[in-house]
């Protein structure tokens, strides 16, 4: 496959990119019947990930603009997703270890440790992660609206396995009503979690295309975001079905 720059974004990437992501075949594939096509292609569902594909095409033109072109680690569309894959087959890798089995010619093969402040890593780790799990790895003070969020961010560390990652921002809480559907009260609080509900106590929302902002209350404006992919998060789900234990963060990143 000739490898495509970074630079030049068109419709003919997004089959490629489904297939890093999901596993999807080629929908020329599928429809010709061809043997390898077994996993269903994007047929019928193209139209429902139009805000996806604006979103990868605004991390891929951010990284861009960013990251200085000498120095730039990604290259091709085609590193995007040979990274993507080997993230997707070492889910328990910290990012020191992907850095290296992705990037090994930023370390000459030899299996370095990566340290704390150096970008060009940062930055084609960041791509990754935001283009697999719609979230922001980076640290707190890498980012631009840090002082307008006013939150704490938990950042993938160098010596942090992707997996352990995860658990840490988006900890497993049980709610006293919420997590119990036999609750007495959870028709009641179902209920008064409806957006009209929230309208007319004043709450606005807020669309985010970041999933760790999800149900963020921003007081100070009387805001609530929402993640608002529901395309993506429906890949996601047809994608690691029967995968199992959930409470594993790992087996939500597709095989």
Not at 16 to 36: M, R, V
Not at 126 to 153: A, C, N, Q, W
């Amino acid at each position: 496959m000739t490898s495509r720059s970074l630079s030049i974004i068109d419709d003919t990437l997004q089959s490629a990119l489904a297939q890093a992501l999901w596993s999807c075949k080629s929908c020329a594939d599928h429809q010709e019947g061809h043997p390898s096509a077994s996993t269903p292609c994007l047929c019928g569902r193209k139209d429902q990930l139009q805000r996806y594909w604006q979103y990868y095409t605004a991390v891929v033109s951010g990284y861009v603009n960013d990251a200085a072109s000498p120095s730039r680690i990604l290259k091709t569309h085609e590193d995007i997703f040979a990274s993507i894959s080997i993230l997707r087959s070492h889910p328990r890798c910290t990012r020191n270890d992907f850095c290296n089995l992705a990037f090994p010619q930023r370390h000459g093969g030899n299996n370095q440790t990566t340290t704390h402040d150096d970008l060009p890593l940062l930055q084609a780790t960041s791509v990754i992660v935001k283009v697999l799990f719609m979230t922001e790895p980076s640290p707190l003070h890498y980012l631009s609206d840090r002082l307008e969020k006013g939150t704490y961010r938990v950042g993938w560390k160098y010596d942090v396995p992707f997996s352990q990652y995860m658990r840490d921002i988006f900890p497993l809480q049980e709610h006293p009503v919420l997590s119990h559907a036999d609750h007495e009260r959870f028709p009641d609080y179902k209920t008064a979690l409806c957006a009209t509900n929230l309208k007319d106590l004043g709450i606005s929302i807020r669309a985010t295309h970041d999933i760790q902002n999800h149900l963020y209350f921003d007081r100070g404006e009387n805001v609530v975001e929402i993640f608002h992919y529901t395309g993506f998060i429906k890949e996601q789900l047809r994608a690691t079905k029967g995968n199992g234990d959930f409470s594993d963060p790992s087996k939500s990143i597709p095989a």
